[in-house]
């Protein structure tokens, strides 16, 4: 990690490892989502982060690996599973900083719109969002999750 990603003391900021955290599960995601024999070329858009535990500090110089993969597969959505080190540049040690759950949704890739800046081809492909509520987890309706969903997308095309 660089020092442009931490505070004065030298610890990596939270947003930075969020941000990466969240490509992460994007990648993987998507991958899964283009895994099919359907055909059709799509996307993994965030529909929500269930959480995210902060158990140890990366700092200035740490090498940070992620771990991403998909572990729950509904009719709309799908979950995924974050596991972030820390590894020592000179020692190579190694330890768990973070583990987070996010959830996802599939929407159909429409090359026509994205080339142009048109992103509105994502809010008619956002599927109805069916998370299943995790009993750790205060509960959130699909509807509440997918309504947060369009204002971020939204938010972003502005």
Not at 24 to 47: F, P
Not at 96 to 107: F, G, P
Request: hydrophobic content about 35%.
């Amino acid at each position: 990690m660089n020092p442009d990603d931490a505070n004065p003391a030298g610890n990596v900021h939270g947003g930075t490892i969020l941000k990466m955290i969240e490509d992460a599960g994007h990648i993987s995601a998507t991958r899964h989502c283009n895994s099919g024999d359907d055909g059709i070329q799509s996307l993994a858009l965030t529909a929500g982060a269930q959480h995210c535990t902060f158990q140890r500090p990366m700092h200035v110089g740490d090498v940070c690996k992620i771990q991403a993969s998909v572990t729950y597969v509904g009719e709309s959505s799908m979950e995924v599973t974050a596991r972030v080190w820390r590894e020592e540049g000179f020692s190579g040690h190694a330890e768990i900083t973070n583990e987070a759950k996010l959830w996802y949704v599939r929407a159909k890739y429409d090359p026509k719109g994205f080339g142009n800046g048109d992103r509105s081809w994502l809010l008619k492909n956002i599927p109805q969002v069916n998370v299943p509520v995790s009993r750790y987890s205060p509960p959130c309706s699909p509807t509440a999750q997918l309504d947060f969903c369009i204002r971020i997308i939204q938010t972003q095309m502005d």
